[in-house]
């Protein structure tokens, strides 16, 4: 068998770049020029007070979505984000999500009280969610569907009509059989 020889690639020549002098900056003129640059550029930032903190928390226990908390409260999402990192530790949607999780157990802890304290709509209610209760029904539908119709086309068309009517159409008919009859 024949040995497979293997082909290397001519590497492309470079030429070394010199390298480009860097310029020393005294220390004293780099500390100069960090204490001119002002810390405080822009406007501040926003953050919350603990009673709006508190009133964003009810807002995510709630259930609002997140277009409401913003406008309520009057800031922008980006930095309705930045806040929840710095003080959860987690972004706002994630947050939102552990808020409305929250709004549920205490909306099934205050239904449960309602419903042990003796409420039976909420007793039936809960009974329904939990333990598989339903409302039993029978609905049964009887109907004869006829598609041929046999006998006198008379009869078809009286099926149509109302009962009134029939009767009117039922006496002409028999004064009609009467008259050719005589």
Same mark, same amino acid.
């Given at each position: 068998?024949?040995?497979?020889?293997?082909?290397?690639?001519?590497?492309?020549?470079?030429?070394?770049?010199?390298?480009?002098?860097? $310029? !020393?900056?005294?220390?004293?003129?780099? +500390?100069?020029? =960090?204490?001119?640059?002002?810390?405080?550029? #822009?406007?501040?930032? /926003?953050?919350?007070?603990?009673?709006?903190?508190?009133?964003?928390?009810?807002?995510?226990?709630?259930?609002?979505?997140?277009?409401?908390?913003?406008?309520?409260?009057?800031?922008?999402?980006?930095?309705?984000?930045?806040?929840?990192?710095?003080?959860?530790?987690?972004?706002?949607?994630?947050?939102?999500?552990?808020?409305?999780?929250?709004?549920?157990?205490?909306?099934?802890?205050?239904?449960? $009280? !309602?419903?042990?304290?003796?409420?039976? +709509?909420?007793? =039936?209610?809960?009974?329904?969610?939990?333990? #598989?209760?339903?409302? /039993?029904?029978?609905?049964?539908?009887?109907?004869?569907?006829?598609?041929?119709?046999?006998?006198?086309?008379?009869?078809?068309?009286?099926?149509?009509?109302?009962?009134?009517?029939?009767?009117?159409?039922?006496?002409?008919?028999?004064?009609?059989?009467?008259?050719?009859?005589?």
């Amino acid at each position: 068998m024949p040995k497979k020889t293997v082909k290397k690639s001519a590497k492309k020549a470079t030429k070394p770049q010199p390298k480009k002098p860097v $310029k !020393k900056v005294p220390e004293t003129t780099e +500390k100069k020029r =960090i204490a001119k640059k002002p810390n405080n550029v #822009g406007r501040p930032q /926003r953050q919350f007070s603990e009673k709006e903190w508190q009133q964003f928390e009810n807002l995510c226990r709630i259930f609002s979505t997140q277009r409401e908390i913003i406008i309520v409260m009057d800031v922008h999402r980006d930095t309705l984000e930045r806040l929840c990192i710095e003080k959860y530790g987690m972004g706002f949607r994630k947050f939102l999500r552990k808020g409305n999780e929250l709004g549920k157990s205490s909306l099934r802890v205050a239904m449960m $009280k !309602k419903a042990l304290g003796g409420d039976v +709509k909420m007793q =039936i209610h809960m009974a329904k969610q939990y333990l #598989g209760h339903a409302d /039993r029904t029978k609905a049964t539908i009887k109907q004869t569907v006829t598609t041929k119709h046999e006998g006198d086309p008379m009869d078809m068309v009286l099926a149509q009509l109302t009962p009134e009517v029939r009767k009117e159409v039922l006496n002409a008919y028999e004064a009609l059989k009467k008259g050719a009859d005589s």
